[in-house]
């Protein structure tokens, strides 16, 4: 499975920007999705996560009510819409998938990586 982010770019703080992992490849398969960000200096965190089929989503506390995870199965695409962003959002943000029909949470378990794509919020 090939994962393709786009939508990153520079916004100021309180802007929005959506996200998004296209995929390719065995997108036959039941894929549960997530997406991470690594900001200078500190580690690669899980930002939210979503099944297969979408009814089970996982957020990080400093994104709760901000940040939405979705996914259209039939264009093999998962979003990320991001709303009242901060410049402590500033990150590299990946998309990661796994062959699992449900929510995977941990970084490990995800075996398909995008190349990530880079999310600058401005004060």
């Known amino acids: 499975v090939k994962l393709v982010e786009s939508g990153g770019g520079l916004v100021q703080a309180g802007g929005s920007l959506r996200l998004s992992c296209a995929a390719s490849g065995r997108t036959s398969m039941s894929n549960a999705m997530g997406w991470f960000r690594q900001a200078p200096g500190k580690e690669r965190e899980l930002v939210a996560a979503?099944?297969?089929?979408?009814?089970?989503?996982n957020y990080v506390d400093s994104v709760k009510g901000r940040f939405t995870i979705s996914r259209d199965n039939v264009k093999n695409t998962a979003y990320l819409q991001m709303n009242s962003l901060k410049p402590e959002d500033t990150a590299v943000y990946y998309c990661?998938?796994?062959?699992?029909?449900?929510?995977?949470?941990?970084?490990?378990?995800?075996?398909?990586w995008g190349q990530g794509t880079q999310v600058t919020v401005s004060s």
């Open positions: 990661a998938a796994d062959a699992s029909v449900l929510l995977v949470t941990k970084e490990r378990d995800y075996r398909y």
């Open positions: 979503i099944s297969w089929s979408g009814s089970s989503t």
